[in-house]
């Protein structure tokens, strides 16, 4: 079998340069919007690409994810697979086309808010393409052909919004451009595809479409209620509070989906690899997971730290203080939900290449009936603030429930002594750092004597031999 660090390093490489091209371009357009608009307009934006984003989950409907673990199982049958799975995604990508022009006619929102929505229904169409063939090339493990799209099609969306947003061009217009961007990238896509896999995928083949669907509802479930529930709290708040709540909130939200990055980068770059493991040998497949949640809790730990005491320092750098103070304490709440995040995320990878999958369902679904409730009644009373509980409170259950699948590896893995003695050493930290009064002084050092922590004493000889070996594990 290939080298397998060599093929997750390169993966998680160019996962990593995808990934960070496309949202660190998202967020210093939020906080170029943020700034030079105002968080009312600024609220508007993020309205209308929250709405977005659900169409897309919409359209895409887990057809991305099972087209990667289907294809890197049988790379011979890619043409086929790919053919029936694009057919049935020409379905959803209709029906999410007429969502986004149904949306605005019930009036939630306010009309600059509705009419952003508007524009941004063939962005949608565009991005939700895109994705199919970037899992398409995720499939055959050519990471480095999405990272190669995503970078020359963002750095020009860059550039475009950063010469017309200084000029101070209407949002309206600003959203012409995302779409144009979207739809460049996809015409590259579409290209590099058929170079790919040197036949025609563009053929309409609904045979089997019973059981792709049976598999795909599944995913699509997931994936739609759970970009459902993770954003509910945005939605709702626009809702009841208006679009400079949502502003406000947005600013700490952007800074927790940057650094949610983190675990997607690794999730993404895995699965192919993790899906071949879970068949060709159990063992290996759970020592991985672990080696995963362990870097996840090393990593997440001084994330969380940080976040917390200099929440003021970050929205002020960031967004600046006298439009954006109010976030700082979102930013707070929202360090203990990168927290949970990081730590529950190994276990959906395993759940999901274990054949488990309905788990994930049967979560979501608990997860948007609560996120609901605690939306209705915390957000009426605290504003912002009861959103980002609500939204931790969901997040505490929904990863409850990913753990429970493997509750024992669970407790073995988080109870390790390096591992305690990591938490302790963290509280540790934490108590210096209250003392000090949160000094930006003293956090350069803090950093640094926590990376050699984890390092040395975090990291066993054999989990540090695992990660810089030149096999992963022999015998794979």
């Known amino acids: 079998m290939q080298n397998g660090r060599v093929t997750i390093w390169k993966n998680s490489l160019f996962v990593f340069f995808s990934q960070t091209i496309r949202l660190l371009t998202n967020f210093l357009i939020g906080i170029g919007i943020a700034r030079l608009y105002g968080p009312e307009a600024f609220g508007q934006f993020t309205i209308a690409f929250t709405v977005a984003n659900i169409c897309i989950a919409f359209a895409d409907f887990g057809f991305e994810l099972l087209l990667t673990t289907e294809i890197a199982k049988n790379k011979k049958e890619a043409v086929l697979i790919t053919r029936k799975y694009l057919s049935m995604k020409l379905i959803f990508v209709g029906l999410s086309f007429l969502l986004m022009l149904i949306i605005p006619s019930f009036q939630l929102f306010?009309?600059?808010?509705?009419t952003l929505i508007y524009f941004l229904t063939l962005y949608v169409v565009f991005t939700t393409f895109s994705n199919f063939f970037y899992a398409l090339f995720r499939g055959f493990e050519k990471f480095e052909y999405e990272s190669k799209i995503s970078l020359i099609t963002n750095l020009t969306l860059l550039i475009f919004l950063a010469i017309f947003g200084f000029l101070?061009?209407?949002?309206?217009?600003?959203?012409?451009?995302?779409?144009?961007?979207?739809?460049?990238?996809?015409?590259?896509?579409?290209?590099?595809?058929?170079?790919?896999?040197?036949?025609?995928?563009?053929?309409?083949?609904?045979?089997?479409?019973e059981s792709i669907i049976k598999q795909i509802l599944i995913f699509g479930t997931y994936f739609l209620l759970g970009s459902l529930y993770f954003q509910l709290d945005t939605i709702l708040l626009g809702v009841w509070k208006g679009d400079h709540a949502v502003g406000i909130y947005q600013s700490a939200y952007k800074v927790m989906l940057l650094l949610l990055l983190i675990p997607d980068i690794l999730r993404s770059s895995v699965l192919p690899f993790l899906s071949r493991l879970s068949i060709e040998n159990n063992e290996y497949w759970i020592r991985f997971s672990r080696l995963l949640y362990k870097l996840l809790l090393l990593t997440v730990l001084p994330i969380s730290l940080v976040l917390f005491f200099y929440s003021e320092q970050i929205i002020t750098l960031i967004f600046g203080y006298e439009q954006y103070g109010n976030a700082a304490p979102v930013l707070k709440i929202f360090s203990f939900i990168i927290l949970v995040r990081f730590v529950?995320?190994?276990?959906?990878?395993?759940?999901i290449t274990s054949q488990r999958r309905i788990i994930l369902v049967v979560i979501?679904?608990?997860?948007?009936?609560?996120?609901?409730?605690?939306?209705?009644?915390?957000?009426?009373k605290y504003n912002l603030y009861g959103a980002a509980i609500g939204s931790l409170f969901v997040n505490i259950i929904v990863v409850i429930g990913y753990i429970s699948?493997?509750?024992?590896?669970?407790?073995?893995?988080?109870?390790?002594?390096?591992?305690?003695?990591v938490l302790t050493f963290v509280l540790f930290l934490a108590f210096l750092i209250w003392y000090n009064n949160a000094s930006l002084f003293i956090l350069p050092i803090i950093l640094l004597t926590y990376l050699l922590f984890a390092f040395f004493i975090g990291l066993s000889k054999d989990d540090r031999k695992t990660i810089f070996s030149k096999l992963y594990f022999k015998g794979v």
Do not use: C, H
Not at 168 to 174: I, W
Not at 177 to 192: D, Q
Not at 364 to 380: D, E, G, K, T
């Open 168 to 209: 101070k061009t209407p949002l309206e217009y600003l959203m012409l451009l995302f779409v144009a961007a979207r739809f460049f990238g996809l015409l590259i896509s579409i290209k590099t595809a058929s170079l790919l896999i040197g036949a025609s995928i563009y053929k309409i083949d609904f045979t089997d479409w």
């Open 364 to 380: 979501v679904i608990i997860a948007n009936v609560i996120s609901f409730i605690a939306n209705y009644l915390l957000i009426p």
């Open 110 to 114: 306010s009309q600059n808010s509705r």
């Open 344 to 351: 529950g995320d190994v276990f959906v990878s395993m759940i």
């Open 405 to 421: 699948a493997y509750r024992k590896s669970f407790f073995k893995w988080t109870f390790e002594v390096r591992n305690l003695a």
